[in-house]
C-alpha cells in the first residue's frame, strides 16, 4: 500500500500521505483538519507544487473534520494550482465534511468526485491523447 509514497506528515490529529499517480499527486489527509493541523496539509499541497505538479487529488475518504482554515488551505492550493495550469480535484468526502462546502460555497469552486479513481480518470484521457 505504501507503494508510491513521496511523503507523509503526521500530527495526533491528522495524518497527510502523498503519492503520485501518473501526472497527478493524490494528497491524502485523515483525522481532523483544522487551525491546529493545517500546516501538515499546507506544506505537502505546496511542496507538490513548487515541483511542478499541479494537478492535485485531494483523498478525503479518510477526512473527518474541516473547518474554515483548513478550508482556507484547500483554497489557497487551488488558486496556485490553477494558476500553474492545473487544478485540485476532490474525492470521497464524507457528509460532514462535504457539509462544510456546501454551506460556504466552496463545493461550487471545487472539482468534487465520488472516488479517487473518477478524479484520476478525470481529463487524462485527453491530456493523454494530445501528448
Known sequence: MDRGTVGSA???????????????????????????????????????????TSRLVVDCTRLEFC?????????????????????????GMLPVVARVFEITGADAVFTVHATVEAALSDGHGQREADG
Open 67 to 91: 473547518d474554515s482554515t483548513g478550508l482556507n488551505v484547500l483554497l489557497g492550493a487551488r488558486l496556485k494550482a490553477e494558476a500553474a495550469g492545473g487544478g485540485v480535484h476532490l474525492a
Open 10 to 52: 503526521q500530527s495526533g490529529r491528522l495524518l497527510v500521505e502523498v503519492r503520485q499517480e501518473g501526472s497527478s499527486a493524490v494528497v491524502t489527509p485523515a483525522g481532523e483538519l483544522d487551525h491546529h493541523t493545517a500546516d501538515l496539509l499546507r506544506e505537502p499541497l505546496e511542496d507538490c507544487l513548487s515541483k511542478g
